[in-house]
């Protein structure tokens, strides 16, 4: 098998594991958590989303990472590179390439709202806060939301800041980068829980977070559970298979998958109580406020702390740095591609596939203002369709074709080559959730995200 001698290996112990969770980590578990919490009943969805965590999101992490060590590619020559070697057909690199796409597609956006927490930082520090109620703090956000010039210069410095890191290369960029961004987030984390434990509505955000309510069992939360935790382990765009790519041969990939897992979903968590002992704590918000929660929401609790401006400040702080660990791991391969394939300089690649993903971000800025009301696909504007090609259709359909490939295309043997350090009863439990349970819930998210379309178009 053709092998790129330039490819590079994580210089650290503890590296991937950073890296992987840097990658996992970001406004998934911070911003997006939280409220479809919120939104979906507190516990039971809690507990759904571990489920589907431990049963399908960590068996095809463990198959992405197979993938990139074994084909020491980008995403798209490693399945090409594997699918020659085992004399299938070439037609299987689709994955990486469908993963370059929704990696493209997520990056313009992600951006642009992760551009938000840089605004909204700076506010904290100049104690913007101080005083908000829910009216006043809804109308500073859609005046922020209505200025597109101010969007777009935060969306450009978070994009510039993502293609700075990568542009150092593996070792020298993302690997330094992550190394102290990583450590860094989880001291702000456990403050934050800590001045949340002292001061905010703790044991009834602990209560919310996870009474269990058997009433609030439902498919569509369970279906929304199994999608976001495809998108916050960043399982199905190869991320994680280039971060594999880079992994020493002699890791455990299944501990180490288990250790990500659990990190990422302790962010989460740890997180969802924060907020909410904040908002509890603060008279005339609630938690089932939707998308607004972290940038109306929060801000209200912030301004009626005693040190909210610390605290605040930290907060945001925070979500830049989780964000920013996953964007860089969102650039990655698109950029380890471009490198690989045609040759061209890194420093090259970031710029021109960053100034390239940050164009197409335009449309999601505008989609905030300007193009509100502009649809692209049924329904949706800008913004909502970048989001639902890439997290509720791409993501998705590379998880269920990566399930199928090692579940099913490569024998036994070949799949668990990649596993020496595993234990063998891990292994068989692996195989038969990837072969049988991963596909079919994966196809279930996918129906359930294409059947609203479908009956759009048709009764239009
Ligand atoms: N996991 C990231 C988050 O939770 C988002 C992400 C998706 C990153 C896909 C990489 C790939 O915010």
């Known amino acids: 098998m053709k092998r790129l001698k330039q490819h590079a290996i994580w210089g650290q112990r503890g590296s991937f594991i950073l890296a992987a969770t840097g ?3 970001g406004l998934g578990n911070i911003w997006k ?9 507190g516990g039971a969805f809690v507990l759904m ?14 198959a992405e990472i197979m993938l990139g060590r074994r084909g020491r590619a980008n995403p798209a020559t490693t399945m090409l590179n594997i699918s020659q070697e085992l004399g299938v057909s070439r037609l299987w690199s689709v994955i990486g390439w469908m993963g370059v796409l929704a990696g493209f597609l997520i990056l313009s956006y992600y951006t642009v709202i992760a551009g938000w927490t840089l605004e909204y930082f700076e506010r904290a520090t100049h104690g913007s806060f101080r005083g908000l109620n829910g009216d006043t703090s809804n109308a500073l956000f859609s005046e922020f939301l209505a200025d597109p010039t101010r969007l777009i210069f935060w969306q450009s410095l978070f994009m510039a800041m993502t293609v700075l890191v990568l542009a150092f290369g593996v070792n020298k960029g993302l690997e330094t980068a992550i190394r102290w961004m990583m450590p860094l987030l989880f001291v702000l984390l456990i403050v934050l829980l800590g001045y949340a434990y002292s001061s905010g509505e703790f044991a009834t955000s602990l209560r919310f977070m996870f009474s269990f309510n058997p009433e609030d069992l439902s498919w569509e939360a369970a279906l929304v559970a199994l999608g976001h935790a495809f998108f916050t382990l960043s399982l199905g765009m190869g991320a994680i298979m280039a971060y594999g790519s880079y992994m020493p041969s002699t ?7 288990i250790v990500v897992a659990c990190l990422d979903t302790l962010v989460a968590l740890m997180a969802g109580v924060a907020i909410f002992a904040f908002v509890f704590a603060t008279p005339g918000i609630s938690p089932s406020s939707g998308p607004g929660l972290m940038f109306v929401t929060l801000p209200v609790a912030f301004g009626n702390m005693a040190v909210g401006t610390i605290v605040g400040a930290a907060f945001f702080l925070m979500v830049i740095l989780a964000a920013w660990s996953s ?77 199928i490939y090692v579940g099913w295309v490569m024998t036994r043997e070949q799949a668990e080559h990649e596993f020496r350090h595993d234990s063998v009863g891990l292994l068989k ?32």
């Open 23 to 25: 990658s996992a980590v």
């Open 33 to 41: 958590f939280p409220y479809i919490t919120g939104e979906n009943g």
């Open 49 to 62: 989303y571990l489920v589907c965590i431990a049963l399908i999101g960590i068996p095809i992490m463990m």
């Open 251 to 257: 890791a455990s990939i299944g501990k180490t998958v």
């Open 327 to 403: 964007t860089i791991s969102i650039l990655e391969p698109a950029v380890a591609y471009v490198t690989e394939r045609f040759g061209l300089h890194r420093i090259t690649a970031c710029v021109l596939i960053g100034a390239t993903a940050w164009a197409l971000g335009l449309g999601s800025v505008l989609s905030f203002n300007h193009w509100a009301d502009v649809q692209i696909l049924w329904g949706k504007n800008f913004f909502d369709s970048m989001d639902f090609i890439s997290t509720n259709m791409l993501l998705p359909l590379g998880g269920f074709l990566i399930a």
């Open 429 to 460: 439990v692996w195989r038969f959730v990837l072969r049988y349970l991963s596909p079919i819930a994966v196809l279930a998210v996918l129906i359930n995200g294409i059947f609203p379309l479908l009956t759009t178009v048709f009764s239009e």
